[in-house]
Nanobody, 124 residues
Framework: QVQLVESGGGLVQAGESLRLSCAAS????????MGWFRQASGKEREFVAAITWSGASTDYADSVKGRFTISRDNAKNTVYLQMNSLKPEDTAVYYCAAAYNWRVRRDRGNYDYWGQGTQVTVSS
């Protein structure tokens, strides 16, 4: 079993930054693809970013490319999402998740472990 706990969310103004963390416990996630998803009120959960187990490859949704950066520290069993130049449309609950298959990294059905989420609210 893997437990994922997100932290770092909050209320910020447009243009500001936040860094989300996802700490894993239980079994290690160092060999897993890790992803970040988000779900705005009344909308479906959508892909934000993903990273391979080594950190050598990353992928981003077009809506966050150039503003968000995903990274990981396998020694700490932690994944991060640095979010810069935040916009009101980034407001959502952000979830981290663990998967095995990089080829379907954008498919939330590919992920078998999920955190409880952390709220990010961006005011205009």
């Amino acid at each position: 079993q893997v437990q994922l706990v997100e932290s770092g969310g909050g209320l910020v103004q447009a243009g500001e930054s936040l860094r989300l963390s996802c700490a894993a416990s239980g079994r290690t996630v160092s060999s897993r693809v890790m992803g970040w998803f988000r779900q705005a009120s009344g909308k479906e959960r959508e892909f934000v970013a993903a990273i391979t187990w080594s950190g050598a490859s990353t992928d981003y949704a077009d809506s966050v490319k150039g503003r968000f950066t995903i990274s990981r520290d396998n020694a700490k069993n932690t994944v991060y999402l640095q979010m810069n130049s935040l916009k009101p449309e980034d407001t959502a609950v952000y979830y981290c998740a663990a998967a095995y298959n990089w080829r379907v990294r954008r498919d939330r059905g590919n992920y078998d472990y999920w955190g409880q989420g952390t709220q990010v609210t961006v005011s205009s």
